[in-house]
């Protein structure tokens, strides 16, 4: 006779009549949890205000934990743990303040049967609006259903009508006209740049692609983290890599090539913020340590033929070496410190590498993508992902605040190499320092892309945008009220503004490279044709569609 026994079941937190149960998701480090405590306090009593002037209650699911000095979920285990408790038919707001790991609840999310609203505050210094776009975009490739909504101070007309339409209905939807679909058959696959844009695409689904990630799933992502079959039905197969084989690779770096590498750099114009206390400051021994992971990520390159190479970031290497950052976006410039194999041969010579930052492979699609088919053309073939941060009006028009965590190739920013500053990375988050590459967005058009999936089924957003060099001052207002030490582009989306993004984009993520007002029409519909060859379903956003 076999006999079973489970744990009890825990008692069930349900809702009571026109009561709404909130929950709210953090970070990883409790660093950042204690940080962005107080944010999320005001912003629960702003919806605990609203939601009363609307005949609603807020109920928090989960208590304040006054010994860990937050409330915040912070672990998929404790996520995972509330949800088992949680009535599955329940109302439920998802209020977010902070940048969280989406793996903490999306899980259970997906689960969950009642109405689900991802609500986020819009601000640069707290970074809730990252967060749930982040969220969004996972539960989209898990195929949930959910409401999202957004707003600076929760007391907005697009705020308050949102959330009376959400009570209302248990559901928000938002027009996304924005995103033109772009059929397989569309007229610009015949076009002259159509074609060349087939060309590039039918060149990598013969060749393929190689993209090698030292580790995946960066920072709870699961938007970034594709599945293998969508990946190798692109033909961008994943080289799957160790980050503890990179730590290997670098010890074999000596010295005297680390220091020939942060000397070239400074000799090249970079101001490197140097201090004495390596805990607190940035030293020449950190950068050193990023050189030879830069070189390490070279020899990579060479030795399994990548195309693009990404580093996990943060939670991978945070705890045994500096940095990624600096190396990073030195690998992803054209302007590099030669980088020898072991036999003294440069690799990659004259050429960047695309840089995958937080191994997001959402992002790696486009980067690599645009990265071959304007090396195709003979352009600069620099890519990035960016934070969509933060934005605000300036003289009566918005421009987005594109924050990368840590590093751009020299070619994105104003002045190059000479335009760079080192900053230590901040200790909360990075024990064993490191630079950051920092400064001002360069002025200039682009193509922006990001690249989602749904099944196995890779859907891409492409856009168009300006760089734009704003003031100084306003510039400095915009840099403190995110991360200063990070570097920064104020940008606009052609024909996609705040609402049109926060409505439809499926990432915290966007992919930019830097084309000439001339031959930008050229690039674009190649780039579409290309994504389309591919087998990509392609959606273009806002005005970039009167270019095809």
Not at 164 to 180: A, D, M
Not at 193 to 201: D, Q
Not at 431 to 440: A, L
Not at 483 to 508: F, I, T
Request: glycine content about 10%.
């Amino acid at each position: 006779m076999i006999t079973q026994t489970l744990p009890a079941a825990p008692e069930k937190i349900s809702a009571g009549k026109n009561e709404i149960l909130m929950i709210t998701n953090a970070d990883l480090r409790e660093s950042a949890n204690l940080a962005c405590w107080p944010m999320q306090e005001k912003y629960e009593a702003k919806l605990q205000d609203m939601l009363g002037k609307l005949g609603y209650q807020m109920k928090r699911a989960h208590a304040v934990d006054h010994q860990r000095g937050h409330g915040f979920i912070s672990s998929q285990r404790q996520g995972s743990d509330l949800f088992a408790q949680i009535d599955e038919n329940a109302p439920l707001i998802v209020l977010l303040t902070a940048w969280q790991y989406s793996h903490h609840v999306a899980p259970s999310l997906v689960h969950h049967k009642g109405p689900i609203l991802l609500l986020a505050n819009f601000d640069g210094t707290w970074p809730g609006l990252v967060g749930m776009l982040c969220l969004a975009g996972s539960l989209t490739s898990l195929g949930k259903s959910y409401s999202r909504l957004w707003s600076e101070n929760f007391d907005d007309e697009l705020f308050v009508d949102g959330l009376k339409t959400w009570l209302r209905y248990g559901s928000l939807q938002h027009s996304l006209s924005y995103l033109h679909p772009v059929p397989a058959t569309h007229p610009v696959m015949a076009t002259e740049a159509g074609k060349l844009g087939r060309n590039v695409g039918e060149y990598v689904l013969r060749h393929k692609e190689i993209i090698g990630l030292f580790d995946t799933f960066c920072m709870g992502m699961i938007n970034g983290v594709f599945p293998q079959q969508a990946m190798v039905n692109i033909g961008m197969p994943i080289e799957s890599l160790s980050q503890s084989a990179l730590l290997v690779e670098m010890a074999k770096v000596p010295d005297s090539l680390r220091e020939a590498c942060l000397q070239w750099y400074i000799d090249q114009g970079m101001d490197f913020r140097f201090g004495e206390d390596g805990s607190k400051e940035l030293t020449r021994e950190q950068v050193k340590e990023q050189c030879a992971m830069m070189i390490a990520m070279a020899r990579f390159v060479q030795r399994f033929g990548l195309s693009a190479v990404g580093v996990q970031y943060q939670q991978g290497l945070k705890d045994s070496c500096a940095a990624s950052d600096f190396a990073e976006g030195a690998i992803g410039s054209t302007a590099r410190f030669p980088l020898p194999d072991e036999h003294g041969n440069i690799i990659c010579d004259g050429q960047p590498i695309p840089c995958i930052n937080e191994v997001d492979m959402g992002t790696a699609i486009p980067q690599t993508m645009l990265w071959r088919l304007l090396s195709s053309f003979s352009l600069p073939a620099e890519t990035t992902l960016h934070d969509i941060r933060w934005g605000s009006e300036y003289n009566g028009t918005f421009y987005w605040d594109l924050e990368i965590s840590g590093a751009v190739p020299f070619e994105h920013l104003k002045g190059g190499i000479k335009g760079a500053t080192g900053y230590r990375q901040p200790a909360m988050y990075f024990p064993y320092g490191g630079s950051t590459i920092c400064g001002q967005g360069k002025a200039g058009r682009f193509i922006w892309a990001r690249a989602h999936y749904e099944g196995t089924e890779v859907i891409m957003h492409i856009g168009t945008g300006r760089g734009v060099e704003l003031p100084e001052e306003e510039f400095e207002r915009r840099h403190r009220a995110t991360c200063y030490e990070w570097p920064l582009l104020n940008a606009v989306l052609d024909g996609v503004g705040r609402d049109e993004l926060m409505a439809g984009h499926q990432s915290n993520h966007l992919t930019i490279a830097y084309v000439d007002e001339p031959v930008l029409q050229t690039v674009f519909q190649a780039f579409v044709a290309q994504a389309l060859t591919q087998g990509i379903r392609v959606a273009v956003a806002g005005t970039a569609i009167d270019l095809l």
